[in-house]
């Protein structure tokens, strides 16, 4: 039945394949097309992976692989072109407050009454973080910069910002961490401190809850009382907090929301009556959407709901306007945002048994299509709205303003208005870096537009503001009518699209526009229609399959554990190769991980920690720390360390932070840059050199893709620091066995169409034939949503027990949330232990449908089938014949939607008495 | 007298030593659940242990047994046992029902060409576990064959290594 369904499966492959090839995606060349692409044709040559920077215009598109949410312009543009980069700093004039001894970010800037500006950033500096101010000085040029006095000397600090008060005092206001130590994430809270008259103030500690408090969002009103608004995680989950500064104290925290779901991003603006309305993003209906709430006094406002349709939508900003209308924009991207997407979607059967008729998935999911979920980098469009009199009213569309020859992809809005009533709207602008259709290609920048009586004025992209997503600006109206703009860069070119320089602060003014300021008739805002053929998720059936799985209790040497659920491979606009597109920011994997795939522990692995680049690292290690949420979510320090075949793919994890991640070790021979992504040019024992590291860190390592050419011939392993494999990964194949579940099958189609190429060495039957110890799990890799789990059983969740746990090979791996559980009298999967008596190996599963089949696998061969055509079974095997000495039995559950685990072996030494 | 009674009483407590001693011996009937009793089931046959064995069965199943026996040498009934556990290649209890004093269970009996299942009932009396009927033995084609190597290199690609 197993072979039927393979064979079912590679017929509509083949299918899909035919369909694909006459109106598919072209690949590019094969040094354009990256190896880390999923789905991507195999590079014809291997080699060095890290400058993807060239890639050749020219391929096929399929029709409609840029469809977006409300973007039917570029629908069928199927040619693009580059977009202009944007001036450099020095060509426009623009001041730079970075002089490149630190890594500059989170942008922010205030007017004092004299019209004087004030700007500060996060400098990340010798292994720690500052707060840098500066005066722009009465000549127009900025002042050498200030350093603020921090609550810890190496601090470690998110998102400063700054507000002035009724005394004119600057008052800067971040987050920072402390009570860390070397092995335990500390605890985040928000901080402020004031500027009067070449003096600081003391710090004043605004929160005190052990949880983290993160994200906050500063302004102030008419009378210049400061409010502060920020994400709170008292009981683990994101809830709205806010507090206020008279001008003689600060108020104590108080909560705006609260709830089990996780509320994200709050930001604050204040009307003139006093009213502050607070926009944020909560995925408290099973999707993210977009609220507005109010405050006045100490009265919280009811929830309002802004944008709640099926699509992703975030990221929320405020303005008030002198006449009363709140304005909110906020980001819409795919529809079903995180849900199942990969490789492998597009060969199973729909909720109708029925194979998709051709691969294209809902606009605005996966670029390719790939399942009914969209990728975390799925496009994105800026909307915005205006609430006005009790209803929501759509603001004039965005993307009638944009460049028609551009992609149209927008995210990241702050809107602001100024006392002349202008809407101001900053928001980040995706641009094509080549020529051609290539989706890899692309980088962000920043731009402004106002709005006029037509709608949306023509944007300007800010000079020198290339960079990543994630680029937190803030945008100030000035007291002539212009505007001030705060932001940063790092700097990277559209050649080398993929690749930060280095990032610095710059600060921006634009003089007052010509045009009267003015707002456009408005019409009633109407949520996006679902794309054809596209069904909301059903988050309720899922939710109830997690709660069995979290639920699962079982006794292991006398302790009690339980499974807990996690992704080891996922990637961000930090990894070179795909770079700022198809994966999202390295912040959206944590709303990915939390909310969308309630996860409980994960790995975010870009590339050598973001391309050996020192802040990519930095930021990816204090995101490990702030949303460190245990027991709900465990996230880890981790990356990926990808060697070419034959030595191999990697990741590598760590229960604690500030492991510099192991460079490749490169042939002396080689020329230029040293590699971002991966690297064939390494070193004979480059692997062994990494298990050395890794056994004096304490570090893991999982390989992966271990069949392609990014996998390995088996060559090494360590079981200490190698006790498990990505068997499976959603962007790709399993790589067990041929013939097996997802497997790519050799028979009916070519090695070389494989996603990754193809190495018969590097399936995972032979290190198990090789005698090496590997327990299984899966996991994502590029552009893959929640269709891979790494299931680990723990006694607890936290970081080194996961680790310990997966070390002790307590796994399993699945492509779904089944419930596997295999024992041996008292003895679980993975362990290794003699026996006297034949092996009875019991098989308990909690599917998510019915169970096709389930295999039993000793010593490579198959020993037992069955189709239980059940979703729970328990089936007890006792084995007649085994054979002295090593046994290593496993077994594979394959449901009858094709949902697949599998079961890590357990090894046993069968001495008969 | 007093000897004779010491040694009256000394020969009481070692037969029932005894006496309890071979119920905690005879492996079948103090089979705690079903499983066990199952177990116990196919270890009786593949040692050709005739009581054992049937101290697995009750009922009209066990009289049936019985009957079997009595119609042959005990030493052909034993064999038989033995030689019909002796190709099982595996066993796999792949439904198991039960309540407080009644059980199902079924076995599937894995063999070099073939599986075969069978479906016993079972029952609880003074809290031992017997089986009161089996099934007749339904014949299975299992999906694939007991001892199928996982891969088989091709005779194309073998010399190619892809």
Redesign the interface.
């Known amino acids: ?2 072979r039927w369904m393979v064979g079912t499966c590679v017929a509509a492959c083949l299918a899909v394949a035919l369909a694909w090839q006459f109106g598919g995606e072209g690949s590019g060349s094969a040094r354009a097309q990256s190896q880390e692409e999923p789905g991507a044709k195999a590079p014809e040559k291997k080699g060095d992976q890290g400058n993807p920077a060239q890639p050749a215009p020219g391929g096929k598109r399929r029709p409609g692989a840029n469809r977006r949410p409300g973007a039917g312009r570029n629908a069928q543009n199927l040619n693009f072109k580059a977009d202009p980069p944007p001036e450099s700093p020095a060509a426009a004039g623009v001041p730079v407050l970075s002089n490149n001894d630190s890594y500059d970010d989170f942008a922010s800037v205030v007017q004092t009454s004299d019209g004087t500006l004030y700007a500060a950033y996060a400098a990340y500096y010798d292994g720690h973080d500052q707060i840098r101010l500066h005066k722009r000085l009465p000549g127009g040029q900025w002042s050498t910069r200030l350093h603020v006095p921090l609550v810890q000397a190496r601090a470690d600090i998110w998102m400063p910002q700054l507000a002035v008060d009724a005394k004119d005092r600057v008052w800067v206001i971040w987050c920072e961490q402390t009570d860390q130590t070397r092995t335990k994430s500390g605890n985040w809270d928000v901080y402020a401190r004031a500027f009067e008259q070449d003096k600081w103030g003391s710090i004043v500690r605004l929160t005190h809850d052990p949880k983290p408090d993160i994200n906050p969002h500063v302004t102030t009103d008419a009378k210049h009382n400061i409010y502060v608004v920020w994400q709170g995680h008292s009981d683990n989950n994101g809830d709205v907090m806010l507090c206020r500064f008279d001008g003689q104290d600060w108020s104590k925290p108080q909560a705006v929301t609260t709830g089990s779901e996780s509320d994200w991003y709050p930001q604050v603006a204040l009307a003139a009556d006093g009213t502050a309305w607070i926009a944020f993003d909560s995925y408290r209906n099973g999707d993210y959407d977009v609220f507005l709430t109010s405050v006045k006094g100490d009265e919280v406002g009811p929830v309002i709901p802004i944008a709640t349709s099926k699509y992703y939508e975030a990221h929320p900003t405020v303005a008030c306007s002198p006449e009363g209308d709140v304005w909110v924009a906020w980001e819409q991207g795919g529809y079903n945002w995180g849900k199942d997407n990969g490789y492998w979607s597009k060969f199973l059967p729909g909720p109708d048994g029925k194979l998709p008729s051709a691969p294209a998935g809902p606009a605005g999911a996966h670029p390719e299509g790939r399942g009914p979920g969209a990728a975390l980098g799925s496009t994105r469009a800026v909307k915005a709205a205006v609430y006005r009199d009790g209803k929501v009213l759509a603001a004039p569309d965005l993307l009638k303003v944009l460049p028609a020859s551009g992609l149209g992809v927008t995210a990241m809005p702050a809107l602001a208005i100024g006392s002349d009533s202008r809407v101001w709207l900053r928001f980040r602008h995706q641009n094509r870096a080549v020529s051609g259709p290539r989706r890899a290609t692309k980088y962000w920048v920043e731009d402004v537009s106002y709005l006029t009586e037509q709608g949306w004025s023509k944007p300007v992209t800010l000079a020198g503001s290339t960079g990543r997503t994630s680029v937190f600006s803030r945008i100030l109206p000035l007291a002539d009518g212009g505007l001030a703009i705060a932001y940063s860069s790092d700097q990277r070119s559209a050649a080398n699209y993929h690749q930060p320089i280095h990032d610095q602060v710059l600060v921006w003014s634009l003089a007052k526009p010509e045009d009267r300021p003015a707002t456009p008739e408005l019409e009633a805002y109407e949520a996006p229609q679902p794309p054809p053929n596209a069904k909301p998720w059903d988050t309720e059936a899922e939710q109830a399959e997690v709660a069995a799985v979290r639920k699962f209790r079982t006794t292991i040497n006398g302790q009690e554990h339980r499974i807990v659920r996690g992704d080891l491979h996922r990637h961000s606009e930090f990894s070179w190769d795909v770079g700022p597109a198809g994966d999202g920011s390295y912040l959206d994997f944590y709303r990915y991980m939390i909310d969308v795939a309630s996860m409980d522990f994960g790995g975010l692995t870009d590339h050598q920690g973001g391309g050996q680049y020192a802040y990519h690292w930095w930021l990816i290690e204090k995101a490990a720390d702030m949303y460190y949420l245990a027991p709900r979510f465990v996230p880890f320090y981790s990356y990926e360390r990808s060697v070419n075949y034959p030595n191999g793919h990697r990741n590598v994890l760590h229960a604690y932070r500030g492991v510099p991640i192991f460079a490749f070790q490169i042939k002396l021979d080689k020329p230029g840059v040293f590699p971002g992504v991966g690297t064939a040019d390494v070193l004979n024992d480059d692997t062994k050199l990494l298990y050395q590291y890794l056994h004096k860190s304490g570090g893991l390592a999982i390989p992966h893709t271990s069949g392609t050419n990014t996998g390995t011939d088996w060559r090494d392993n360590d079981p200490e620091i190698e006790p498990v494999v990505e068997i499976y990964q959603g962007a790709r194949n399993s790589y067990e ?4 579940p997802r497997v790519h099958d ?2 009916t189609m070519k ?1 070389s169409d494989a996603p990754g190429g ?4 590097g ?1 995972v ?1 032979n290190a198990l034939a090789k005698g090496y110890r590997l327990g299984n799990i899966s996991s994502s890799d590029h552009g893959s949503t929640h269709m891979s789990y790494a299931l680990v059983f723990v006694p607890q969740n936290d970081r080194q027990t996961i680790l310990d746990c997966i070390r002790k090979r307590q796994t399993y791996g699945a492509t779904d949330n089944m419930l596997v559980d295999v024992r041996v009298g008292e003895h679980i999967m993975g362990q290794e232990f003699d026996s006297s008596s034949r092996p009875t190996l019991v098989l308990k599963v909690q599917g998510t449908g019915k169970i096709d ?1 389930v ?1 039993l ?1 000793r010593n ?9 055509r059940k979703r729970e ?9 085994p054979e002295t000495g090593l046994n290593y039995y496993y077994f594979r559950i394959l449901q009858e939607d094709g949902e697949v685990a599998w079961a890590s072996p357990v090894w046993i030494h069968y001495k008969p008495e | 007298m007093k000897r004779a009674v010491a040694a009256i009483l000394t020969l009481a407590l070692v037969l029932t030593a005894l006496w309890f001693g071979r119920a905690a011996s005879a492996p079948a009937s103090s089979a705690a659940t079903p ?1 066990q009793c199952i ?1 116990r089931m ?1 270890a009786a046959g593949e040692s050709g242990d005739v009581d054992a064995y049937l101290a697995c069965f009750t009922g009209e199943q066990r009289m049936q047994l019985e009957r079997e026996l009595a119609a042959q040498p005990r030493e052909n009934f034993a064999s038989g046992l033995v030689a019909a ?1 002796e190709p ?7 439904h ?1 029902a039960a309540s407080a004093l009644t059980a199902e269970i079924t076995v ?1 009996r ?1 063999y070099a060409h073939r599986n075969d299942l069978q479906l016993y009932n079972l029952q609880c009396q003074d809290g031992r576990w017997r089986i009161v009927s089996v099934r007749p033995v339904q014949a299975l084609q ?10 088989e290199m ?1 005779e194309d ?1 073998a010399q190619s ?2």
């Not at chain 1, 193809?758 to 060495?761: Q, R, T």
């Not at chain 2, 299992?142 to 891969?151: D, I, L, Q, S």
Request: glycine content about 8%; charged content about 20%; overall charge negative.
């Open positions: 039945m197993w066995v041929v013939g097996a050799i028979s090695p193809y190495e018969a060495a399936m039957w089949r295999d696998v490579n061969r198959y020993i037992y089938a069955t189709s239980p079974i328990e089936l007890k095997y006792t084995d007649m014949e | 499983g177990d196919f556990i099982l290649k595996g066993r796999a209890v792949v198991e599937e894995v299992p999906p694939v064959p007991y001892g199928t190597p996982v891969f091709p690609t290594g892809k």
